[in-house]
């Protein structure tokens, strides 16, 4: 397995970060090359983003979701020269957490057309939906900080799970896996392995 593209969704607190790292220490120890990234980035975009989400910084919800976007370009040419000399890409998270979250309070219609660009570019050839309760999630956030971001109340993550319920459907070329992420972390980690094995 070699050059592949795989990526975390789920809301916030499915777990997507430890089973993530989970996954790169199981196929760096397998003797895989390895690269992990996230969305937003590391980059500028992405840190302005994260001020924005944290609301240290004003940022209204159109002017987020394009630099979503924009944040989201730049780091695919990070991704695609990772992926050219074989590596195995592991992202947390990519273009469905912006149709999932962007869309609760913009439409669809305009989340997709600034993706466009990106959805033309680089397809994951897996997505693993971490897939879990909105009441398990915010017991989870609520369990590991005292910062609230943007999304992180009952009713948003009640509305973005169903979205990605309903676009892991709709849209084949994110090739989504949905995984039970109620299970115990162990049995997760391993329907995590078994879907990349698939590769
Ligand atoms: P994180 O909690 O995984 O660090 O992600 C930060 C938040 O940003 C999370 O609530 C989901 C949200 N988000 C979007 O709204 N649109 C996007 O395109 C991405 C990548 C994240
Ligand atoms: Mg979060």
Redesign the pocket.
């Known amino acids: 397995m070699s050059g592949r593209f795989i990526v975390f969704e789920g809301?916030?607190g499915s777990g997507?970060?430890t089973q993530l790292a989970r996954l790169a220490d199981r196929l760096t120890a397998e003797g895989h090359i390895v690269w992990t990234t996230?969305?937003?980035s590391n980059g500028d975009i992405g840190h302005l983003?994260?001020l924005g989400?944290t609301g240290k910084s004003k940022l209204d919800e159109a002017t987020?979701?394009l630099l979503?976007?924009a944040?989201?370009l730049s780091h695919i040419e990070e991704i695609r020269a990772h992926l050219a000399v074989g590596e195995l890409v592991l992202c947390?998270?990519?273009?469905l957490?912006?149709?999932?979250?962007?869309s609760q309070r913009l439409t669809l219609e305009w989340i997709l057309s600034l993706n466009r660009e990106a959805d033309a570019r680089l397809h994951p050839d897996l997505t693993l939906l971490l897939d879990l309760s909105e009441q398990e999630a915010l017991h989870r956030i609520e369990a590991r900080s005292d910062v609230v971001?943007?999304?992180?109340t009952l009713s948003q993550l009640y509305q973005?799970r169903q979205m990605y319920r309903m676009l892991a459907d709709v849209r084949p070329e994110d090739n989504v896996t949905i995984i039970d992420a109620s299970q115990n972390i162990n049995t997760i980690a391993e329907a995590v392995y078994k879907a990349t094995a698939e590769l």
């Open positions: 809301i916030d997507k970060s996230r969305e937003p983003i994260r989400l987020i979701a979503f976007a944040d989201r947390d998270r990519y273009i957490s912006s149709l999932a979250y962007n971001e943007r999304y992180e973005v």
